[in-house]
């Protein structure tokens, strides 16, 4: 049996909970944790290295937890229902070849478990270079009636594959899809 994370616990305190999926070197996640010093903020990161990259920035942060594990495992298995107020998925691994598609991270099945984990009219903002997977993506969002698809409205700090992106002036396109409640 899997038990769900103690989120009161782990952060000792209960505030609102912002998750970075594919955190990388968590220049994201700490830029943001500590700007808004009154949520919660989980990295999840599979690379071990990465996840140290990202231990060290947060090292003053009192607000950041890491966690080191595949994300759609952690998504679908280990945050509370209705426990997330916003994900960010930046920059996912495109996977460009069309026998690796089957690795993205972006499925129906993953946008029902982020679907589940976020709290009423939760968040997802996506963001990536890659204008094929953007398209996927949206074609997925938009197949799901359980999510409204909007621009992204928010000021959020640049992450480390956004500076790169940037610099080779490469077009990044953003998606934030909106958890539709049922009206009771
Ligand atoms: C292209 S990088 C983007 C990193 C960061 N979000 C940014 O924008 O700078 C993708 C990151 O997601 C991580 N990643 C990819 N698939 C993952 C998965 N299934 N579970 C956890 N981490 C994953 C990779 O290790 C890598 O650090």
Redesign the pocket.
Known sequence: MTHRLDLEKIFGRKAPLHVDV???DGS?LCALAQRLPDKNFLG????LG?IRSSARKAAGLSNVRLLQM???YAVRYLLPAESVETFYL????PWPKRRHHRRR?VTPDFLNSVHTALNKNGLIYLATDHLDYFRKIKAIAGSNPRFTIGEVDAELPP????LVFRQKGAPIHWLALRKVSPVT
């Open positions: 594919g955190c990388g994201f999840i990161e599979r690379l990465r595949e994300s759609s930046l920059f996912p691994d991270i992450s480390g594959f956004e």
